[in-house]
């Protein structure tokens, strides 16, 4: 309801939280808003991440949770997505536990494998004690594919 204040300064509106919150437009809009944050973030990853698997692209989620407020849950549940959504810093990777074989080659305690490719190919098979991984920069796509959504389907877009 809204009230307008005899001075013609300010207008007072008093909201149902409880009813706007249930009203079946929102659950609608609210799984809109999923939809397009899924198409956002597929193509964000096609443009930022070349090559690899495709594992991080075909691990996005999104759940609608109903009730009162209904909760819309957004992001991506690959192993390595925090690595790829805020980045890492150069770091030494060694065999875990400390004196592990290897699978590929037994005679060589603890050794870890990784592929050397001075060209960025996919290089021959390197066995090693320790191996300093370079750091990757943050690709923020979950973070860029809710801004995106949030763009294109802002409040206008919702009529209650």
């Known amino acids: 309801m809204a009230r307008y204040a005899s001075n013609a300064v300010s207008i007072t509106f008093d909201i149902d939280m409880a009813k706007l919150e249930s009203h079946p437009e929102m659950t609608k809009f609210l799984a809109r808003f999923g939809a397009v944050c899924l198409k956002e973030a597929q193509g964000i990853t096609q443009e930022r991440i070349h090559g690899g698997t495709g594992v991080y692209e ?5 759940q609608l949770v109903p009730g009162s407020p209904p909760e819309l849950r957004f992001g991506n549940t690959a192993k390595h997505a925090i690595y790829l959504e805020e980045g890492t810093e150069a770091h030494r990777v060694a065999p875990a536990p400390p004196g ?15 592929f050397s490719s ?16 370079s750091g990757i920069d943050a690709k923020h796509i979950v973070r860029d594919a809710v801004s995106e959504a949030g763009r294109k389907l802002g409040p206008q877009q919702l009529s209650l």
């Open 100 to 114: 592990r074989r290897s699978f590929t080659n037994p005679g060589r305690p603890g050794a870890i494998r990784f």
């Open 58 to 62: 075909r691990s996005f989620k999104v």
């Open 118 to 133: 001075p060209g960025g190919g996919e290089g021959s098979a390197v066995f090693s004690r320790g191996h300093v991984v």
